[in-house]
């Protein structure tokens, strides 16, 4: 079986590279997009299996993104990061139809069963 | 410019309690003042109008009395000086002066009109040459006398009042009269004054009032009720005034008792004088002034029962309102304050979330590369930091979870959910300190307690705190009651006290403020603050009373239904 693909949009690239890293080392096959519009730019050049998305983002915000990414591949699972206990945006991004959303800072194990239930 | 007058009295900058008190003064003493001052006016113009009307109502008729009385004085010695004049041109000197006829015109005088007494006739020289009455007269000279004289002057005389050589009053009259051949003589009677008193007595006067006859030079010319005898000095002062004016009037003497009324006499130099006490005459004046100062004083009474009772009302009602207006004002400062303040935490706890969510990640990161790598020295040590850094970034995420459900409901999930069951559950969470401090509980939970539709998670938390801060201000042994109820308005009511130590009253006042901590570093200060956020946020009320030394009750009320996911659901 190929290795999932997971794609992290966010504008805190310490904080991507490092998740990443973390994803790599429990053997995923991550990159990352250090805004919204690199990230649907790397949609299109490629299949991603689930997309990692902060809501919290300079220039294009990551709701718009959410939006462009749905527009593009709607069956693509998408879980939402938020930065702040602002259930309104995560509620406004499920109904766009992402996956999940959670709570930076983030439990890894939280993140994986997230990831694992998205991929079924 | 009346603007500023009435800014000046009724806006005044002060001190509340004295601002309200001068405002009560000068409200009293404007409405005092526009009330009474016409009342007042109206009272004295209505006493001095009155007052001269009755007078004049009352020295009237007595003026008209004295008039009348005075002209039957007149006419009667009118009478009898015509008498006199009639018997002067009737007969001649020479008939005169015979003895036997002039008694016999005393005779038929005393028949025809009362009150002659003897008649005498007296020539040029002033000689009596010719006398019938009862005394011997005959040859007296007259000529020095002040009747001779003025008879001279006018051609007629009537003399005051003196007693002769009987001792009883009486007067002389006398008329002149000059014959063709150039000669005058003088006729001359006398007339007994008995008819004086009884023409007085039969004016009809009202009691105590008293009527006499007095002369140029003062003396009693008829006996007074109260001021002497016949030819006594009158001690009222008919001045000469009297004599000059012909206009009497009771106001013009000086006496305050007495209203005294004088006609004086064309013919002689009499006056006659009526006097009467003020006591008797202002009878009614005295009534009708005693009626309106009665009026008056009512009046007054009512007025400034009115005025005080009015003004009353309307500082208690000003203030009332003005207090009501500070207090409204207050709350919407401290609602602006926790609204700023829970911004700011909100801002903070987001900037610090950031970073916390990196330092996550990166001792995440380390913990898996330790994890993965062979054993090395100190590696479980390494794994015990790492994890330690995880724990303290979780703490620290809690704490900026709670910093932004201060402005922001985390998590909200509304759902129904019975208050009962949360206190129980909050209790367990705590029987650990329960059990040890020995904290008695008292339960008074309401057992038809209804369902309401709220955050579990948020209430239980308000409880957690509330509940901690009663078990940590009582003593060992002491002694928390809890207790819920349904209330009127469909929601239901939790009641936390205590019998710690209470709550100072500077304390109550700032007790649900962001970072306000009596715990000093054992305590954030948010406690309180955030359950009052989440209490308001949730649609209910939250309150505290307290007594320092008899502990504190914290209250707090929940609606059925918080009213933002009503309009939602709507």
Redesign the interface.
């Known amino acids: 079986m190929d290795k999932v693909n997971i794609l992290l949009i966010d504008d805190e690239i310490e904080f991507i590279e490092t998740l990443s890293e973390r994803l790599e080392l429990r053997g995923y096959n991550s990159e990352i997009a250090e805004d919204g519009e690199t990230g649907i730019s790397m949609i299109t050049t490629k299949d991603f299996d689930v997309v990692i998305l902060d809501l919290m983002m300079p220039g294009l915000s990551g709701l718009d993104t959410l939006r462009q990414i749905k527009a593009i591949d709607k069956k693509l699972p998408v879980i939402l990061l938020t930065g702040h206990g602002s259930t309104k945006d995560g509620m406004e991004g499920m109904q766009l139809g992402a996956f999940d959303f959670l709570m930076k800072p983030l439990d890894i194990n939280k993140l994986i069963e997230k990831i694992q239930l998205a991929l079924k | 410019m009346y603007k500023s007058i009435i800014n000046n009295l009724f806006l005044l900058e002060k001190e509340p309690k004295d601002h309200y008190n001068t405002l009560k003064r000068n409200i009293v003493i404007i409405m005092m003042l526009i009330t009474t001052l016409p009342l007042a006016t109206m009272v004295i113009i209505n006493y001095f109008q009155y007052r001269s009307h009755l007078r004049s109502q009352i020295v009237a008729p007595l003026y008209a009395m004295s008039e009348k009385t005075k002209h039957s004085f007149e006419l009667f010695l009118d009478q009898r000086l015509a008498i006199i004049r009639f018997i002067s041109t009737a007969y001649s000197f020479e008939e005169l002066a015979d003895e036997q006829k002039i008694n016999k015109i005393l005779i038929s005088l005393k028949k025809e009109s009362f009150g002659f007494v003897d008649i005498g006739l007296i020539n040029m020289e002033g000689t009596l040459v010719s006398y019938a009455g009862p005394y011997s007269l005959l040859g007296k000279n007259y000529a020095e006398q002040i009747s001779f004289q003025e008879t001279q002057i006018n051609g007629q005389y009537i003399s005051n009042v003196f007693l002769g050589y009987r001792k009883f009053p009486h007067i002389v009259i006398a008329v002149q009269h000059l014959t063709e051949s150039g000669q005058t003589w003088m006729l001359r009677a006398t007339i007994g004054t008995d008819f004086f008193n009884s023409l007085i007595k039969s004016m009809g006067l009202p009691r105590q009032t008293d009527a006499f006859l007095v002369s140029e030079d003062g003396l009693l010319q008829t006996d007074s009720l109260y001021y002497g005898k016949t030819l006594e000095k009158c001690p009222l002062k008919i001045g000469e005034s009297t004599f000059n004016s012909e206009n009497i009037d009771g106001s013009g003497n000086n006496d305050k008792d007495k209203i005294v009324v004088s006609s004086v006499f064309s013919i002689a130099d009499y006056a006659l004088v009526i006097v009467q006490p003020k006591s008797v005459a202002l009878k009614s004046w005295y009534a009708l002034k005693t009626e309106m100062i009665i009026i008056l004083l009512i009046s007054l009474a009512i007025i400034i029962f009115v005025v005080l009772r009015m003004t009353d009302s309307l500082i208690q009602r000003i203030r009332t309102s003005d207090e009501n207006r500070e207090h409204v004002i207050a709350e919407l400062q401290h609602a602006q304050k926790l609204s700023s303040i829970g911004r700011l935490a909100?801002g903070v706890?987001?900037e610090v979330?950031?970073p916390?969510?990196?330092?996550?990640?990166?001792a995440?990161?380390m913990n898996?590369?330790i994890e993965?790598s062979e054993d090395f020295d100190k590696k479980s040590k390494f794994i015990d930091l790492t994890n330690a850094i995880l724990n303290s970034?979780?703490r620290c995420?809690k704490i900026?979870?709670r910093l932004?459900?201060f402005s922001?409901?985390?998590?909200?999930k509304i759902e129904p959910i019975n208050i009962n069951h949360i206190i129980n559950e909050v209790l367990d969470f705590l029987e650990k300190d329960i059990l040890y401090r020995k904290i008695d509980i008292n339960y008074v939970l309401s057992d038809d307690l209804i369902s309401i539709e709220s955050d579990h998670g948020q209430i239980q938390q308000v409880l957690l705190n509330l509940l901690t801060n009663a078990f940590a201000a009582v003593e060992e042994f002491g002694e928390v009651e809890i207790e819920t109820q349904n209330i009127d308005n469909g929601g239901i009511q939790v009641r936390i006290s205590d019998n710690g130590c209470g709550i100072p009253q500077d304390v109550i006042e700032n007790i649900f403020d962001p970072f306000f901590s009596t715990k000093k570093e054992k305590g954030t200060g948010l406690g309180l603050s955030i359950s009052y956020g989440i209490i308001k946020k949730l649609g209910g009320k939250i309150s505290v009373e307290s007594k320092l030394g008899e502990g504190a009750t914290f209250t707090f009320d929940l609606p059925k239904k918080p009213i933002e996911l009503e309009e939602i659901d709507g």
């Open positions: 909100a706890a987001h979330n950031n916390l969510a990196i330092i996550n990640e990166k995440g990161l898996d590369l993965l970034v979780d995420r900026t979870h932004l459900g922001k409901r985390i998590d909200v």
